[in-house]
């Protein structure tokens, strides 16, 4: 049997508590571009008459209903998931079969290799461009041509960046599948309505775990052409995101003002943080999201690990990638940036 490969976990902010001797509330995660900014009505609704003794309605049709008037689109242009994680893996079970081909460009998330490999099918990867980890265009459409799946991380986590306006057209004008992945589409204020009225191939991904700071509850939703939601559908399990998340979820998508406002903070708050850490001697690659993506140099891996003594935890990438030197921080509050800061200017010397 071929080997399927895994999505590796962080440690978690216990692990990392013990090992730091300090208690949870002081480790602080830089590493999993999620808010610091959870939607205020958490609480209320954890109180409130929810029923966990009967199961969430299916349908999700709340949910679809509240997508849609956000996006300008009808329900049943938009399906339900438990995170963008699920709608990647049931994304490529709809439109992969065993042996076909999908793309994407490289370095990116890592679950779009795994879902593709679940699926049976063959991922080609093409390697981003130069200093910045430009969008190989020329390469990707090539490569593409044949493809019957092409996965985008718009903007890309972790470089921030994606194809431009033509070759995003030339690619879907190839008629295979594409799959956007938006996780970070509140930040770089990307509208996909109209791309999606025009293109029944094109089906997009998002999020609350991000701009709506809702990690823990685990919703998102794709958008798409009825007929791509519908294969999505067929394949989905019943009831994938639970009550609670559901009610909380609603809640944020009711209240959009609210998640554009944190937005707002946090992109001001990654303006101070890019030039504080450009300050400290980092080559910091321009970002449209909620994350900042640095350069160190070959002792990357050596001080995200000193951070973590203290608790400040950072993401680091594989030894044997392109991103060896490189370490990317998700922004928080200016109190929490501020930390990361000082400890940095400690455990650089
Ligand atoms: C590009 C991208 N897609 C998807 C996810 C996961 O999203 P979710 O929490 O909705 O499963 C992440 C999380 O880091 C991400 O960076």
Redesign the pocket.
Known sequence: MKTIPTYQWQPTTPEIAARAGIPEHLVERFD??TSPLPPPAVDRIIKSRTRLNEYPAASYADLRNAVASNVNLDPDNVAPGA????L?LLSARAFLDPGDIAVVATPT?P?YQIATAQARATLREVAAIGPDFSFPTQEFLETATDAQLIWL?IPN?PTGNGPDNAALETLLATGSRVII?A?YAEFSEDDWTSKIRLHPNLLVLH???KAYGL?GA?V?YAIGDRAAIASIDAIRPPSSIGSLSLEVALDALNAPEQMQANVSSLRAARVDLAAQLTKLGLRVLESSTNFLLCEYGPNAADLQDKLMVEGIVVRKFPADGPLEDYLRFTVRTPAANARLIETLERKME
């Not at 995170?83 to 699920?86: L, S, T």
């Open positions: 999993q571009n995170g963008a994680d699920e990647i998330y679950l991380c986590n992945d996780a999020t609350m775990s990690a685990r998102g």
